[in-house]
């Protein structure tokens, strides 16, 4: 009696693991939504700038849907703002795996090698990223930092251009007020 209950208990106890395991294979890709709402959450702490609660939101995200580019990127670029550089280059090249053509990742991605002082891998990504989406200002206005810094202001100068034109005229504006990169100067380079 006490083996019959005893095999009785443990079928059940088997049986419900497998069922808990079959169900959580079922709720993976499929469960989008869900996995939307996380990275959502993710997003609202990362602005608040709760780190480490954005990147729980975000691993859960991932958890349901491994293949989730933006929650590998929003993960990422809070790895990126703690300052955790490996981590950060490791999440954006698990979203621009999952979509090899999210052109912000390669953005992204390139911001944390410009920061490292690996220019050629920033340029390399920044490059990337305008071959992808032609009209995202922030590629052109990083790829322009970049050439600043090496010493080719004329690239520099049409990149800030390029993004000024897309919306984004920050570093455009305040190298044109010192006199630098204005589109005079830029008319007589192309002559």
């Known amino acids: 009696m006490i083996r019959r209950n005893l095999f009785i208990w443990l079928s059940i106890i088997l049986f419900a693991g497998c069922a808990a395991t079959s169900d959580h294979r079922m709720s993976g890709p499929a469960d989008i939504l869900s996995a939307e709402n996380f990275n959502k959450r993710g997003n609202d702490y990362f ?10 939101e975000y691993k859960k995200a991932i958890e349901i849907f491994p293949q989730y580019a933006r929650a590998h990127s929003n993960l990422g670029y809070t790895h990126f703002e703690m300052k955790q550089y490996d981590h950060a280059i490791a999440e954006f090249t698990k979203a621009i795996e999952s979509n090899p053509l999210y052109a912000k990742a390669y953005n992204n991605r390139g911001l944390v090698y410009f920061t490292r002082g690996e220019y050629n891998r920033a340029i390399s990504d920044y490059n990337k990223a305008i071959a992808i989406d032609p009209n995202l200002a922030k590629p052109y206005d990083n790829r322009g930092t970049v050439y600043m810094l090496t010493g080719d202001s004329e690239k520099a100068c049409t990149d800030f251009v390029r993004a000024c034109e897309l919306g984004e005229c920050s570093t455009y504006e305040m190298l044109k007020e010192d006199g630098f990169c204005n589109l005079d100067y830029l008319a007589m380079a192309d002559s």
Not at 47 to 56: G, N, P, S, T
């Open 47 to 56: 602005v608040k700038r709760q780190y480490d609660l954005a990147i729980i």
